[in-house]
Nanobody, 125 residues
Framework: VQLVESGGGSVPAGGSVRLSCAAS????????MGWFRQVPGKEHEGVATIDSGGSTKYAGSVRGRFTCSSKKTISNSKANYTLTLQMNSLKPEDTAMYYC???????????????WGQGTQVTVS
């Protein structure tokens, strides 16, 4: 399974950023995928998750500002997934490395997911 994030960057406070995660090699019909963030010296913080039924969960600090969505496509009989995080009304405290994660089981906002991307930096100033 490969997860590749994109879309990070620097943005002024109040601005918006859209993160994407391309997931390939995932062999199961059910999944839970999510976004986590981490700042130096701290643990991964769950930001938002979505399961294969479309149910979402959000951390209280981002609810109403961030939207998580997913899309499944079929190519050469293989399923690929794109996970998106639309981040609006950004605050300096949203500055972090953002990671995409996936698992067969719903891990909620805990950082116990099996598969992880390499991360993309978001800086809000």
């Amino acid at each position: 399974v490969q997860l590749v994030e994109s879309g990070g960057g620097s943005v002024p406070a109040g601005g918006s950023v859209r993160l994407s995660c391309a997931a390939s090699g995932y062999m199961y019909d059910t999944y839970c995928m999510g976004w986590f963030r981490q700042v130096p010296g701290k643990e991964h913080e769950g930001v938002a998750t979505i399961d294969s039924g479309g149910s979402t969960k959000y951390a209280g600090s981002v609810r109403g500002r961030f939207t998580c969505s997913s899309k499944k496509t079929i190519s050469n009989s293989k399923a690929n997934y794109t996970l998106t995080l639309q981040m609006n009304s950004l605050k300096p405290e949203d500055t972090a490395m953002y990671y995409c994660a996936a698992d067969v089981f719903d891990r909620g906002l805990s950082a116990e997911y099996m598969y992880w991307g390499q991360g993309t930096q978001v800086t809000v100033s």
